[in-house]
């Protein structure tokens, strides 16, 4: 009976909620156990999606990246078939390609991402990211292909697809013709 008595008694320990004190596994710093959880890194943004003084102090700080790392490293000669532009912060799709690759880059040279973390980085962000950059046919193409002769040009964009333009057209005839006075642009 004194036995029953001391498993009933267990088990009652057992299937009672953790003492707020902390957990005995809190110093192996098993996470869930004993303290609070670790606060989320926050969330990167996609650069294209910043605004304002925001954007701006997230280019800055890629601009750093690119000029004091990424080129001096892996810049390359810059050739027809891989051109590069100076102005390269006004091309949008470059930036948000260096961008992604700079934000892959800090997460692959964290200590937490092993030793092999720059290689996969190497491996699988890098060596995409320049091909599609630095692609002859790509959004650098219209600029410097010749360090002698720096050029900057942006390609325009496909436009808007056909079910844009239609809904586009259906909003302005559901408003109606134009008073006289209304301006047209």
Avoid: N
């Amino acid at each position: 009976m004194e036995q029953s008595a001391q498993h009933a008694q267990q088990l009652d320990h057992l299937a009672s909620p953790p003492s707020p004190g902390g957990s005995p596994f809190a110093a192996f710093g098993v996470p869930g156990l004993g303290g609070p959880p670790p606060a989320a890194p926050p969330e990167p943004r996609p650069i294209l999606e910043l605004d304002g003084e925001e954007r701006e102090d997230e280019l800055d700080a890629l601009s750093d990246w690119v000029d004091d790392f990424f080129l001096p490293a892996y810049g390359a000669e810059v050739t027809t078939a891989a051109p590069w532009c100076l102005q390269w912060q006004e091309h949008d799709d470059v930036v948000a390609w260096l961008h992604a690759l700079w934000l892959a880059y800090q997460q692959h040279k964290d200590p937490e991402a092993g030793l092999s973390g720059l290689f996969v980085w190497h491996r699988d962000f890098l060596t995409h990211a320049i091909a599609a950059i630095r692609a002859p046919g790509g959004p650098l193409s219209a600029c410097m292909t010749s360090p002698e002769r720096p050029a900057h040009r942006i390609l325009p964009g496909p436009p808007p697809s056909a079910r844009t333009e239609k809904a586009t057209a259906s909003a302005v005839e559901a408003a109606g013709p134009l008073e006289p006075d209304e301006p047209t642009s």
